[in-house]
């Protein structure tokens, strides 16, 4: 059965590597970071299984449901604060620690904690902020798996409004991996868009210093 269009070496002749050149950034697109079959059996077990939750989120003193279901699972004791919440995290199940595993290989870094955000139809988004909260450390790396429709991911730099802003379609079963000082200055959003669109499940990988006692 084939669910998503799914992009690789072999399917494109196109490198399934592409590290882009940005100043204050590393950043690497592995396309086909995992093979189709699993990529398919995690969309869809992970969009059954994964403890989805539509949370509130506080802009400028107000407060809104968030444009997208999330759900955050790490080790005990990894607490997250976003946007004013503080989230405990759900154990690890197989399907995670499985994707996770493969992560750290490439990554060269090991995670304790996974965000999963689910863009059910493109009314779903998220806003244009970095990964940049105290708890996540100094020059993060942070490792941005997606599975289902693929997504536009756009990136500008905070401070040097000169540099283009760039957009990187994250296809299903690709890795990013964000390295570098680029939490500090550069900024990511994926945008809504109009057209019908499927799902689309995203995970990002990250270490978290600071625990909960
Ligand atoms: O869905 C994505 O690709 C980005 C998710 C994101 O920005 C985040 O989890 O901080």
């Not at 040097?160 to 994250?170: G, N, V």
């Not at 978290?208 to 006692?213: D, F, W």
Request: glycine share 6%; aromatic share 14%.
């Amino acid at each position: 059965m084939s669910l998503f269009e799914h992009t690789s070496l072999f399917t494109t002749g196109q490198p399934a590597t592409i590290h882009y050149d940005l100043p204050d950034a590393e950043v690497t697109l592995y396309k086909g970071f995992f093979h189709k079959e699993d990529a398919d059996r995690l969309y869809t077990s992970l969009l059954k299984d994964t403890n989805w939750k539509q949370e509130d989120i506080t802009v400028y003193g107000k407060t809104y449901p968030t444009p997208r279901l999330t759900a955050w699972y790490g080790d005990p004791q990894t607490a997250y604060t976003f946007s004013g919440s503080k989230w405990e995290p759900y154990p690890w199940n197989a399907d995670l620690l499985f994707i996770k595993e493969k992560v750290e290989k490439a990554a060269g870094a090991t995670f304790n904690s996974v965000l999963l955000n689910l863009y059910r139809n493109g009314a779903d988004s998220v806003g244009w902020h970095r990964d940049n909260e105290e708890e996540l450390g100094r020059n993060p790396v942070i490792a941005s798996v997606s599975f289902g429709e693929t997504r536009p991911f756009h990136i500008r730099h905070k401070f040097r409004k000169e540099l283009a802003r760039m957009e990187i379609p994250l296809t299903h079963g690709s890795l990013l991996l964000m390295a570098g000082p680029m939490q500090h200055y550069w900024e990511h959003q994926v945008p809504k868009t109009a057209k019908p669109i499927s799902p689309r499940i995203n995970l990002t990988f990250r270490f978290v210093h600071k625990t909960t006692s």
